[in-house]
């Protein structure tokens, strides 16, 4: 069996939004992120 992908960590030009989603996860159980495939969700 194949090892799976490595994740990748980095987010270009998001810093201000992903900083944003995780203030969020700190206040909120349960958070939906919607956008058309392909947009990195």
Do not use: S
Request: hydrophobic letters at 45%.
């Amino acid at each position: 069996m194949a090892a799976a992908p490595a994740i990748k960590r980095q987010v270009l030009g998001r810093d201000a939004l992903v900083r944003q989603l995780h203030e969020l996860t700190l206040k909120r159980r349960l958070l939906t992120l919607t956008g058309p495939g392909g947009a990195g969700k």
